[in-house]
């Protein structure tokens, strides 16, 4: 009986505990929550944050090194000479996220919208590697987009899965970026069963297994 | 314990060590039960039905907070499933096998039932933000609960293995 009380206090002191903060187990999948510029309802309110890095330009070629937001939802490494430096002594890059969240007709946005400057180009010969983190309570993105209005035409990057919960495409402009996938098809990688619902009817699952077979199991013992 | 999760913790944050890590990881944990009998881990096979079962209500218990506010959580990428499994044994036999039937011989069911909870949310202080140890430690403690009100390691290891698959 007392060992009964204790297991059920235990899942009182469980069940809010985790209500408190956004679903996930993350052992070690995705540590970082994810802060959305529009947060879907199961998110935190955390926002997303900007970065900026100075980069040397030493005897006209930039020097390898990277430029990230603070909280490292997006991360850009650039090649050494992947400026076409024109006489500057270093190169300045900026990353913002952007404060709305347009929705293009044909896309749909898993990751926020940042908005990528420098003042100095690219050398197209030598792509920068563009990863955004996105967040276990979305689907997974398919793609990179890229656009330089964030109200006009997106276009798509050849984009790979980089690390858990990542990924990369290789960008030789600079602009806006995004990741997301077809609106017009299922979420890319996911298994949905019941219009999406997975986790519940998982749970629901459990919860009618362990009910019908529990009490015979339970029964049985007794009997003998 | 806390050397080989704070260890995985940090491996996993290379790049292509993230599979690596869990593996390893999983299976170093699991060396802390070597020499230890089963039946003093709470691995014993007596009613192994009925663990199972209690370790689909754990399952269920862990996920309920998730699933009642979230509806389309993706699954785990196929590839990280594996090592999520070999992760979440390890972590059970480490933490609720060998470290509680260490603490319970040396103080009782309350030393134990505390210590490995502690243990358990230290170790993961690296790899999980600070708002969320708190989620990590009530699941800590229910898991050791249920291996000190049942005496058995087989319910927490189903659990631990389906909420980490879920989510």
Redesign the interface.
Known sequence: MKQGALLALGVIFYAIAAWMVAPGFYDGFNPSPYAFTCPPPQAGDTKPTSGHVDIRVVGGVSEANSAFTNDGQLVIGFLPGAFIAGGKTSISVDIKPLDTCPNPTGIRFVTNIYQVTADAMLDPSKPANLVLQFSNLVPNPSTVYQASDPNGQWSTLPSQPGQPFTIASRITTFGYFAGGYPATSPPPGSFTIGGGQILPIVVAMLIVVVVLVGLPLAVIPRRR | MLAVEWT??VA?RQ??L?IP??VLGGAALALAAWRIPPAKLGLGTT?F??RV?GG??L???????????????????AG?AVA?VA??IG?EVAFRGALYAALEDAGGAPLAIIGSTVMWTLAHAL???L??L??V???G??LA??R???NDLIGPIVGHV???L??
């Open positions: 995985r913790a996993m790049p292509g993230a890590g869990l009613r039905g009925l079962l689909l209500a399952g269920a218990v862990l996920l309920l907070p998730a699933a009642v506010r979230s509806s389309a959580v993706p699954l785990l990428p990280l999520a992760v979440s972590e790899s999980h933000p708002p969320f708190g989620a430690a009530a699941a403690l229910l609960l249920w000190w009100a049942c389906i909420a980490d879920a989510l």
